[in-house]
């Protein structure tokens, strides 16, 4: 499938989506969001796919919302379209494993999209922010809200408050980010972990992934609960059946990703 505002590829069993509005420093417009969705529908329904990488361009993952596109809207523009629900929303949604190698400015909207992804790898190069404050509104998509859980009050407050930028360094160092790499090797790295996780039973790596969110929905006690459950439900996989078969017969396991 071609879209024009992204490009979207299957490498082995990874699902990649590059932003590309380059003129644009990958701002977000409403084209771009509903490209990124049918993306993501086509990459979930496709079982060769076991994980999804986004990236964006050397200068930018994304530099925000398109502002050109907010100018003219009023509030009961934005509020009755539900401006942000629709779209916004189908990177969190996305039950396969999603990892956002990030290189250069991931700002507003773009930091947001970021981290609606359940990893992030770093460029050297990267700076994050909400900048929002600047142009006179707030973050609208998770800003203040994931931003403060992976770093925060105090820094969440800080960069929600002045729009201050935060390099790939103070990113690692304050949990934003899991790892940061040179910008050459950015892609490499990034394709990489996609293609471990890959490699893994794909109903695990979703299990993993629904316990892990559920950390941030959850009491502590509902939590591992949930976690319990679910890890007694792999027993009813032949996964987990091979998996520990094959660590017995000192052999590499060789998932059916069932
Ligand atoms: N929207 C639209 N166009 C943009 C955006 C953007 N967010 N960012 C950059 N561009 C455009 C510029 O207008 C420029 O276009 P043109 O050449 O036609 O003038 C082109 O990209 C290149 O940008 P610059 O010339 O500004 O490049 P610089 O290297 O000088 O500066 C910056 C790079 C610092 C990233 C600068 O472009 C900038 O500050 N951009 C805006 C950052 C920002 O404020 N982002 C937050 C937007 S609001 C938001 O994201 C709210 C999210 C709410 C949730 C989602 C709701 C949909």
């Known amino acids: 499938m071609t879209y024009e505002n992204i490009i979207a590829e299957v490498k082995g069993n990874v699902g990649l989506i590059t932003l590309n509005r380059p003129k644009a420093l990958n701002a977000l417009c409403d084209a771009l969001i509903a490209d990124l969705a049918a993306a993501l529908d086509d990459f979930e329904s496709d079982e060769s796919v076991r994980a999804i990488v986004i990236t964006g361009s050397e200068k930018a993952f994304a530099a925000g919302a398109d502002i050109k596109e907010m100018i003219d809207r009023d509030y009961m523009d934005v509020y009755k379209a539900d401006f942000i629900t629709k779209g916004w929303t189908r990177m969190a949604a996305c039950r396969k494993p999603t990892i956002a190698a990030v290189s250069g ?27 929002e404050i600047t142009i006179g509104t707030i973050p609208g998509a998770g800003g203040t809200q994931r931003l403060t859980r992976a770093i925060g009050k105090a820094k969440a407050m800080e960069m929600c408050l002045t729009g201050r930028m935060m390099d790939a360094e103070e990113a690692e160092r304050s949990g934003l980010v899991a790892r940061v790499v040179p910008a050459d090797s950015l892609m490499d790295e990034a394709m990489k972990l996609a293609e471990k996780i890959a490699s893994f039973s794909a109903p695990v790596a979703m299990k993993v992934k629904e316990s892990v969110n559920k950390a941030f929905e959850m009491t502590l006690a509902e939590g591992l609960m949930f976690e319990r459950r679910e890890f007694h439900s792999t027993f009813a996989l032949e996964d987990r059946a091979e998996g520990m078969k094959a660590f017995g017969e000192k052999r590499k396991p060789e998932f059916k990703h069932r």
Not at 108 to 120: R, T, V
């Open 105 to 131: 400015f991931a700002l507003g909207g773009g930091c947001e999209l970021a981290m609606s992804c359940d990893i992030m790898i770093a460029a050297d190069s990267a700076k994050f922010g909400q900048p």
